[in-house]
C-alpha cells in the first residue's frame, strides 16, 4: 500500500504531483489527486509528489510533509560549492579520538539520501564507528597480512603489501588505515541495477558533507585491495552479504592536518562532439 494521502482543505488542485509523476499515475478530479489502486504497484517510491507539493498537502509511504526540510533558498551559493568541491583533501593523519556519536549518525543519514540506479535505495552502510574496535581490526588483519607474506602468497601485482606491513611490523606506520578512528564500507546486492556506481555516488556524497562538517576522510583502496585480492574471510567478518558487491572502502575521523588554501589543477580533459 502507498498510503497516498491528501489534504483536501489545503491542496490548491495545481497538478504539479501529477506533471512530476515520473511513473505517470497521479490523476486529478475535481476532488483533487489521487492514485487508483490497479496502478499503485507502478509507483517508483521517489516522493516527488510529496516534496513538489507547495501547500505540503501530500503524504506517501506514510510520511509526514512536515518532517521534511523546507526548500527555501538557504543552498550553499556557487561560490561556497566550489570551495567546498576544490578545497576537499585526502586526510591520511587523524587525532587519536572518537566523532561524536551524533555526528557520525548525521553523516551517513545524509549519505542515504545519495541517488541510486532505478531508485533501488538497497545500499548497506558498515561502520566501525569506535578507534578501539578499529585498533582490533587493523591488529587482525596486520596478522593475516603477515602470514600471507610468510607463506610468500602474495598475488601478483599485490607484492607492495610486504612494504606496508614491514613498516607496520618494524615501525607502527599504519599504511593501511592511516590511523583514523573510523571506517565506512558501502556495499550493495549484486542484482541491483548499478551497484558499484551506488556505492561510489553515496561515499562522495558522504565525503563532501563530511568536509563540511570539518571531518577528514580518505578514500582507502589499499583496504579495498586487501581485503577484496588478498583476505576475502574479512568479507564476513565484517558482515558484508555474500550476494553483495563491494563498492569502496573510506577511513575517517578529526583531521590531526588543516590545509591553507586549494590545489591547482590542469584544466580537464573535454572532446566536444559536433
Given at each position: 500500500?502507498?498510503?497516498?494521502?491528501?489534504?483536501?482543505?489545503?491542496?490548491?488542485?495545481?497538478?504539479?504531483?501529477?506533471t512530476d509523476c515520473l511513473a505517470t499515475i497521479i490523476s486529478l478530479n475535481e476532488d483533487g489527486p489521487f492514485i487508483a489502486p490497479?496502478?499503485?504497484?507502478?509507483?517508483?517510491?521517489?516522493?516527488?509528489?510529496?516534496?513538489?507539493?507547495?501547500?505540503?498537502?501530500?503524504?506517501?509511504?506514510?510520511?509526514?510533509?512536515?518532517?521534511?526540510?523546507?526548500?527555501?533558498?538557504?543552498?550553499?551559493?556557487?561560490?561556497?560549492?566550489?570551495?567546498?568541491?576544490k578545497g576537499r583533501r585526502s586526510i591520511?593523519?587523524?587525532?587519536?579520538?572518537?566523532?561524536?556519536?551524533?555526528?557520525?549518525?548525521?553523516?551517513?543519514?545524509?549519505?542515504?539520501?545519495?541517488?541510486?540506479?532505478r531508485n533501488d535505495r538497497q545500499l548497506l552502510f558498515t561502520i566501525v564507528d569506535d578507534r578501539d574496535k578499529?585498533?582490533?581490526?587493523?591488529?587482525?588483519?596486520?596478522?593475516?597480512?603477515?602470514?600471507?607474506?610468510?607463506e610468500k602468497s602474495l598475488p601478483e601485482g599485490r607484492e607492495f603489501f610486504a612494504d606496508i606491513y614491514k613498516a607496520w611490523e618494524e615501525q607502527g606506520i599504519d599504511t593501511l588505515f592511516r590511523g583514523a578512528p573510523h571506517l565506512l564500507l558501502v556495499s550493495a546486492p549484486s542484482d541491483t541495477a548499478t551497484p558499484v556506481q551506488d556505492c561510489l555516488i553515496a561515499m562522495t556524497t558522504?565525503?563532501?558533507?563530511?568536509?563540511?562538517?570539518?571531518?577528514?576522510?580518505?578514500?582507502?583502496?589499499?583496504?579495498?585491495?586487501?581485503?577484496?585480492?588478498?583476505?576475502?574471510?574479512?568479507?564476513?567478518?565484517?558482515?558484508?552479504?555474500?550476494?553483495?558487491v563491494f563498492g569502496y572502502a573510506m577511513v575517517f575521523g578529526k583531521p590531526a592536518v588543516h590545509y591553507a588554501r586549494t590545489a591547482q589543477r590542469e584544466t580537464a580533459q573535454i572532446h566536444r562532439i559536433n
Open positions: 500500500m502507498l498510503d497516498f494521502i491528501v489534504n483536501h482543505q489545503t491542496c490548491t488542485k495545481c497538478g504539479q504531483c501529477v490497479e496502478k499503485e504497484a507502478n509507483c517508483y517510491r521517489c516522493q516527488h509528489c510529496l516534496t513538489i507539493c507547495p501547500t505540503g498537502s501530500i503524504s506517501i509511504l506514510g510520511l509526514d510533509p512536515e518532517k521534511s526540510l523546507p526548500l527555501t533558498g538557504d543552498f550553499p551559493n556557487a561560490t561556497q560549492m566550489e570551495l567546498l568541491i591520511r593523519h587523524y587525532k587519536p579520538e572518537n566523532l561524536e556519536p551524533e555526528v557520525v549518525q548525521r553523516l551517513l543519514d545524509v549519505a542515504s539520501h545519495a541517488p541510486t540506479g578499529l585498533a582490533k581490526l587493523r591488529e587482525e588483519m596486520m596478522n593475516g597480512l603477515g602470514r600471507i607474506i610468510r558522504f565525503e563532501l558533507f563530511a568536509q563540511a562538517l570539518g571531518v577528514g576522510t580518505v578514500w582507502d583502496g589499499l583496504l579495498k585491495w586487501a581485503i577484496c585480492d588478498l583476505m576475502p574471510e574479512f568479507r564476513s567478518r565484517l558482515g558484508i552479504p555474500e550476494n553483495h
